[in-house]
C-alpha cells in the first residue's frame, strides 16, 4: 500500500487531485446551487477552439484555452437567470466545437501540440506544476470567498437580492470568470472529465446530505478530495484509468445520498 | 524451460517488488513504442530489460491513455526513449513528473532535428532508427561499461542489417522513383519519399490524422487520384480504418489501385528488419505486378 508513495509521479498525483478537489468542491457546490452544471460543462470543452485556434496564429495553445474559456464565461455569466439560458449555453457550446473543428481544418501539420493540451494526465504531473495548481487554487478561493454573500443571497433569493441592490449580473459574472479560471487551468492539468465529474458529483452529494450552506461546501470538499484519493489508490492497484473510478465513486455518491435521504423521508 | 519459469515467478513476484529492484542486475529500459523497444532489445541483448508501452498494433496509439503501470515503469526506468514531435506527449508528461537525476531520454526527433509539427512518424525515416541505436549504444556503453564489446557488436550487427534495408530501398527507388501514390494517413510518408515515390492528397492526410474532417474537395481530389489512375499505390494505416478508409480502399480496388496495408506500431512477432523488408517487399511485388 505504501510502496506508492514512494514514487514521485503518485505524490504529485495526491497532492493535485487534492488541490484539484478542494476548489472543485467548492465552486461546484455554488454551481449545483444555481443550477448550473450545465454551464460548468460547456466552460469545460470551449477551450478545445481557444487552444487550437491559438496554436493556429502563433500563441500558446494553453493562453488560447484560458481566453476562450473567459469569455465563455462572461458571455454565460451575462445572460444571468434568463429564461432559455441552457439554449444559448448548447449553441454556444456547439457554435466553439463547430469552431474548434474549423481551426482543425486550417493546420498544415500535425496539431498534437495543440491538442494534448486539452487531456491532462493526473499520473504525468510534475512537482513545479503542483505549485502552480496551488497557487491558482488560493486565488480562485479567495475570489470565492469575497463574493460568497452576495452570490449566495442572489442565488437563492435573487427577486429579493435585487431589490436589496444586489447587481444580479454582475454576481452572476464575477462568478462564472471564477468557474472558467478553475476549468481552464484545471483542465489541462488533470483532464476535462476529471475537472467536471468533481466539480458536479461530490456538490450534489453534500446538498443531499447537508443543510446550511458551510457545512454543504465542507462535505461536498471532502468528498471531492475522498473521491479523488480514493479512485488513484484503486487505479494504482487494478491498472483501469483514473477517470473511470472518479466518475464511478462520484456516481455511486450520489446515487446512495439520494437513497438514503429518500428512505429518511418514508 | 528455465528462463520461462524465473519469467512466470517474476511476473508473479512483480507487484510485490519495490521501485528499482533489478536495477543492479540489468540496465531497464523503457520504449513509448516498441519499435523502440526492439532497438533497445537487440542493442543491449540480455544485458538490458524492455518495456514498450505502446505495443498492441490493434490499439490507435492517438487513443492512449497512460495507466499507473505505464508511469511506474517510466518511474523506475534508467534510460527511456519516446519519439517526441507531438506524437507522444504523455510520456513527456510521465518524464516531468518522476524527476530522477540518473534516468536518461533519448528522444527520436531531437536526434534527427524534427521538432513538433513535423510529420510525426519518423521511425519511417531510415536514418531515425540507426540513430536512435547509436545514441543508446553510447548510453548503455556510459553506463555499464563492463559490457562494452557486446554494445558495439550488437550495434554493428544492428547498423549492418539497417543498411541492407537501405539497399533495399535504393533498389526500389532506382526502379520505381516518381511514381504516384498516396495514403490515407500519413504514417509511411518519410519511407515513401524515402523510396523516391511522389505522395498525393498531403492535405487530407493531414486532416486525418488531426482528426479533422477532409473537405469535399480534399475527398473528390483523393478518389479522383484513384480512378484516373495517377495514383498507383494507396496505402493505409491497417490500424486505424473506418468507414471512410473503407470507401477509399473499395474504390482504389475498383481501379486495380495497388493498396496496400502499413502499420504504425510494430506487429507482434516481427522486429524491426523484418517489419521493414515486408512493407518494402510488398511496395516492390505490387509494382512488379503492374509494370508486367
Do not use: C
Amino acid at each position: 500500500m505504501l510502496t506508492m508513495l514512494e514514487y514521485e509521479f503518485m505524490r504529485n498525483a495526491f497532492a493535485a487531485s487534492a488541490i484539484v478537489g478542494i476548489v472543485a468542491g467548492a465552486v461546484g457546490y455554488f454551481l449545483v446551487l444555481r443550477g448550473q452544471t450545465f454551464a460548468g460543462h460547456a466552460l469545460a470543452h470551449v477551450g478545445f477552439p481557444g487552444a487550437t485556434g491559438a496554436a493556429l496564429v502563433g500563441l500558446s495553445p494553453f493562453f488560447g484555452l484560458t481566453a476562450f474559456t473567459l469569455a465563455a464565461g462572461i458571455g454565460i455569466g451575462l445572460l444571468g437567470e434568463r429564461a432559455h439560458r441552457d439554449v444559448a449555453i448548447g449553441i454556444v457550446l456547439t457554435l466553439s466545437l463547430g469552431l474548434g473543428l474549423l481551426f482543425l481544418h486550417f493546420y498544415t501539420t500535425n496539431a498534437a501540440q495543440a491538442t494534448s493540451v486539452l487531456f491532462g494526465n493526473v499520473l504525468g504531473i510534475g512537482f513545479r506544476t503542483v505549485l502552480v495548481l496551488a497557487a491558482m487554487a488560493i486565488v480562485t478561493l479567495a475570489a470565492l470567498t469575497l463574493i460568497a454573500r452576495p452570490l449566495l443571497f442572489a442565488s437563492l433569493q435573487p427577486e429579493l437580492a435585487e431589490a436589496k441592490g444586489v447587481n444580479l449580473e454582475l454576481v452572476s459574472t464575477l462568478f462564472m470568470v471564477i468557474v472558467a479560471v478553475a476549468t481552464a487551468e484545471a483542465t489541462q492539468i488533470v483532464g476535462v472529465l476529471l475537472v467536471f465529474a468533481l466539480m458536479v458529483a461530490p456538490a450534489a452529494t453534500a446538498l443531499h446530505l447537508t443543510r446550511g450552506v458551510l457545512a454543504g461546501v465542507v462535505v461536498s470538499i471532502l468528498i471531492a478530495v475522498a473521491i479523488a484519493w480514493a479512485s488513484l489508490v484503486l487505479a494504482y492497484f487494478t491498472d483501469w484509468p483514473t477517470s473511470f473510478f472518479i466518475t464511478a465513486l462520484g456516481a455511486l455518491g450520489y446515487l446512495s445520498a439520494g437513497a438514503a435521504s429518500r428512505l429518511r423521508a418514508a | 524451460m528455465r528462463p520461462l519459469l524465473f519469467a512466470a515467478v517474476m511476473l508473479a513476484a512483480a507487484p510485490f517488488l519495490s521501485a528499482g529492484a533489478f536495477a543492479a542486475d540489468r540496465v531497464s529500459v523503457v520504449a513509448a513504442e516498441n519499435f523502440y523497444g526492439d532497438v533497445a532489445r537487440q542493442i543491449g541483448g540480455d544485458h538490458v530489460a524492455v518495456t514498450s508501452i505502446l505495443s498492441n498494433p490493434d490499439e490507435d496509439p492517438h487513443l492512449f491513455e497512460t495507466s499507473p503501470s505505464t508511469a511506474r515503469a517510466v518511474a523506475d526506468a534508467g534510460i527511456v526513449i519516446y519519439n517526441g514531435a507531438g506524437y507522444d506527449p504523455w510520456m513527456e508528461k510521465l518524464v516531468s513528473a518522476s524527476s530522477a537525476d540518473s534516468r536518461t531520454a533519448i528522444v527520436a526527433a531531437a536526434l534527427t532535428g524534427r521538432k513538433a509539427g513535423d510529420n510525426p512518424h519518423l521511425w519511417y525515416d531510415p536514418a531515425t532508427l540507426p540513430a536512435v541505436a547509436r545514441a543508446l549504444g553510447g548510453e548503455l556503453v556510459r553506463r555499464d561499461p563492463e559490457n562494452t564489446a557486446d554494445y558495439e557488436a550488437n550495434l554493428a550487427k544492428f547498423t549492418l542489417s539497417m543498411e541492407k534495408i537501405g539497399k533495399e530501398i535504393a533498389n526500389v527507388r532506382k526502379a520505381y522513383g516518381g511514381t504516384e501514390v498516396t495514403a490515407t494517413e500519413p504514417v509511411f510518408g518519410y519511407m515513401a519519399e524515402a523510396l523516391g515515390f511522389k505522395m498525393l492528397n498531403g492535405k487530407f492526410q493531414t486532416a486525418v490524422m488531426n482528426d479533422a474532417e477532409p473537405t469535399p474537395k480534399q475527398v473528390i481530389a483523393f478518389e479522383k487520384s484513384l480512378k484516373d489512375g495517377s495514383a498507383k499505390i494507396l496505402f493505409y494505416n491497417s490500424q486505424v480504418t473506418d468507414q471512410a478508409t473503407e470507401r477509399l480502399l473499395g474504390i482504389a480496388k475498383e481501379n486495380k489501385v495497388s493498396v496496400i496495408g502499413v502499420t504504425e506500431t510494430m506487429p507482434a512477432g516481427q522486429t524491426i528488419q523484418s517489419w521493414f523488408a515486408g512493407q518494402i517487399g510488398a511496395v516492390e511485388k505490387a509494382l512488379a505486378a503492374r509494370a508486367q
